[in-house]
């Protein structure tokens, strides 16, 4: 079964204007944490935040925070102020804790597009 | 501090036959991983390990052998490649209860031919 699902194949953002990705994930494990990946066109991984299931305050680092709604299953990221360099895919991904494997699952990913 | 090292870059093989992706890490990270990425489909687990001399299958585990002899390296061999296993390939790295996220490296793009 899919843990972490991403409804949204592409999107596009105005420069400047907010955007908000889709996460929802699938786990039964009391303890867990979230975390969002960028992917820019060069290929690599960047991690960019990460949320606990424990924790009581949304994550937040610098214009990227998450909007986790625990008892819905989500983990929603959201970009304030996009900028043209924002312009990727970004991947939500779960690690289990129960498990001890240490296993990150990935969604498919979301395309964001940034126009001037 | 090198992070994360994948090696090759590119690489392109003919139907049957074999090599192996190597992955080093200076970070002494006792988690390593293996990831393929298709499009459409995100990144999809290989193989793992959680120190030296551990290793267990991902999601996808089946034409590829994985070994940690040491904290560092964790090669990737595909043992008889099939166009299937076209793809990038991406090992990760980071610290078992670390919350910052796994350190990726760069990839390796494969073309099976």
């Known amino acids: 079964a899919q843990k972490i699902t991403q409804t949204q194949p592409g999107m596009f953002v105005q420069e400047k204007e907010a955007v908000t990705l889709d996460c929802t994930y699938d786990t039964s494990d009391p303890s867990y944490g979230l975390f969002w990946y960028k992917q820019p066109s060069s290929g690599e991984m960047i991690f960019l935040i990460y949320q606990g299931s424990y924790d009581q305050q949304n994550a937040t680092e610098g214009r990227y925070s998450l909007n986790f709604q625990k008892a819905r299953k989500s983990a929603n990221l959201v970009i304030s102020a996009s900028q043209l360099g924002d312009s990727a895919m970004y991947f939500c991904a779960m690690r289990e804790g129960r498990s001890n494997d240490y296993k990150l699952s990935f969604g498919a990913g979301t395309t964001v597009t940034v126009r001037a | 501090n090198a992070g994360v090292t994948q090696t090759p870059k590119f690489q392109v093989l003919k139907t049957g036959q074999s090599m192996t992706l190597q992955c080093a890490q200076d970070m002494n990270h006792e988690y390593m991983s293996w990831y393929r990425q298709d499009p459409g489909m995100g990144l999809r687990l290989i193989h793992y390990?959680?120190?030296?001399?551990?290793?267990d299958q991902g999601e996808v585990p089946n034409g590829y052998n994985v070994s940690r002899s040491t904290t560092e390296d964790f090669p990737l061999r595909l043992l008889s490649a099939a166009p299937s296993q076209t793809s990038v390939y991406f090992c990760a790295s980071g610290k078992i209860y670390d919350n910052y996220g796994y350190t990726f490296g760069s990839g390796t793009r494969l073309t099976v031919v």
């Open positions: 390990s959680v120190g030296a001399g551990i290793t």
